[in-house]
């Protein structure tokens, strides 16, 4: 009963066998990492980082929106076969993936693996606001300021964790922060 469906789930990154290209996108230097690991060995494929020095041969961003808006370049030319593969942080990684599914690809096309911070983007269902960067479960809404537990509830479509207030039923009765995210 503990397996929630929507939470990610993350795995190596690793060629594709059959895809005429792929694109390896990476931020900071466990992403970089991750994605030398799976450069393919044959094949077309494009490198693209952001978030530091990089080993690999790949086209460096200095910001995340223009690695995002390159990205969606790339993926705008490439045939149907391509793969998508990601590694950063986790709202990095669901940045990427949504610039991807805009450009047609389905899930099965993109590769994601959590490379750096675990720190999650936070949708307040009371006033609709995503807190950035929470690393700590409870957090307050940086809008509306109300306690909110951290669910393990992903949605792709707002790349954020659903946060509820904790204390509804008691108002005030707010447990100790964890630090959990980091």
């Known amino acids: 009963m503990g397996w929630v469906r929507s939470k990610p789930v993350y795995a190596p990154l690793a060629p594709v066998a059959g895809a005429e290209r792929h694109v390896l996108v990476s931020w900071g230097e466990s992403g970089a990492r991750a994605v030398g690991r799976a450069l393919p060995l044959s094949g077309e494929w494009v490198c693209l980082h952001g978030g530091g020095e990089t080993p690999l041969e790949a086209v460096a961003m200095a910001d995340q929106a223009g690695l995002l808006l390159r990205l969606g370049e790339e993926l705008r030319v490439s045939p149907a076969s391509t793969v998508l593969a990601v590694a950063g942080p986790e709202q990095f990684v669901w940045e990427c993936c949504r610039v991807g599914r805009g450009c047609g690809m389905s899930r099965e096309q993109m590769l994601a ?25 409870p957090v307050r809404c940086a809008s509306c300021g109300q306690a909110l537990l951290v669910r393990d509830h992903f949605s792709r479509l707002m790349v954020a964790f659903a946060g509820v207030r904790i204390d509804a039923e008691t108002p005030g009765d707010v447990p100790e922060t964890e630090e959990l995210f980091a």
């Not at 983007?121 to 995503?130: D, E, G, P, T």
């Open 113 to 137: 693996e959590l490379a750096g911070s675990a720190a999650r983007s936070v949708y307040c269902v009371h006033c609709k606001a995503i807190t950035p960067g929470v690393t700590t479960n």
